[in-house]
T-cell receptor, first 117, second 109 residues
Framework: DTGVSQDPRHKITKRGQNVTFRCDPI?????LYWYRQTLGQGPEFLTY????????KSRLLSDRFSAERPKGSFSTLEIQRTEQGDSAMYLC???????????????FGPGTRLTVL | GQNIDQPTEMTATEGAIVQINCTYQ??????LFWYQQHAGEAPTFLSY??LDGLEEKGRFSSFLSRSKGYSYLLLKELQMKDSASYLC??????????WGAGTKLIIKP
């Protein structure tokens, strides 16, 4: 399977704990995105990387959230001191963008469903 | 502010045709995507429009009118497996995707 993969698929944690999610993009893709989605809503942008550089972070992303893509391949999203409001589906997407082109088609992974008790 | 409007829910009959509308007001426009999302799964790419007109891809077609800030997704010969949410997303002037809340499509036999 050469699609986007995410791990774990489900995570249940207690409030106040830290959690980390992993995303492996399609191998030749240079862009990687993180989104959060709650029931009945569209994906909410969190951050994105071009290769290893984090180019943009949503203003909605609190300082409890941090993302890395150290070698320009897989990425991790960490949430510290989780709150019940963090319960959501966390989606990762990747895309291939060419020099001079800014609009790319994003391909999504299966998501990690986080439940904070 | 930026806004994407889609109907919350639609119902259609197996074998029929359904049109899902999307209107948008965004800061700039660099294209519009339609994605399909089955319950509990990730969105999957359906179509991308950047120029006015109709793009046909099998049973699915997508239309765009930039002057009207309007798009629709047309699904023909509906099958039960088409029951899903359909998400409209616009690429704004910063090349960010602005997502609608999605339209839940229910197909009845």
């Amino acid at each position: 399977d050469t699609g986007v993969s995410q791990d774990p698929r489900h995570k249940i944690t207690k409030r106040g704990q830290n959690v980390t999610f992993r995303c492996d993009p399609i191998s030749e893709h240079n862009r990687l995105y993180w989104y959060r989605q709650t029931l009945g809503q569209g994906p909410e942008f969190l951050t994105y990387f071009q290769n290893e550089a984090q180019l943009e972070k949503s203003r909605l992303l609190s300082d409890r959230f941090s993302a890395e893509r150290p070698k320009g391949s897989f990425s991790t999203l960490e949430i510290q001191r989780t709150e019940q409001g963090d319960s959501a589906m966390y989606l990762c997407a990747s895309s291939l963008t060419f020099q001079g082109a800014n609009t790319d088609t994003q391909y999504f992974g299966p998501g990690t469903r986080l439940t904070v008790l | 502010g930026q806004n994407i409007d889609q109907p919350t829910e639609m119902t259609a009959t197996e074998g029929a045709i359904v049109q899902i509308n999307c209107t948008y007001q965004t800061s700039g426009f660099n294209g519009l995507f339609w994605y399909q999302q089955h319950a509990g799964e990730a969105p999957t790419f359906l179509s991308y429009n950047v120029l006015d007109g109709l793009e046909e891809k099998g049973r699915f077609s997508s239309f765009l009118s930039r002057s009207k800030g309007y798009s629709y997704l047309l699904l023909k010969e509906l099958q039960m497996k088409d029951s899903a949410s359909y998400l409209c997303a616009v690429v704004d002037s910063n090349y960010q995707l602005i997502w609608g809340a999605g339209t839940k499509l229910i197909i009845k036999p």
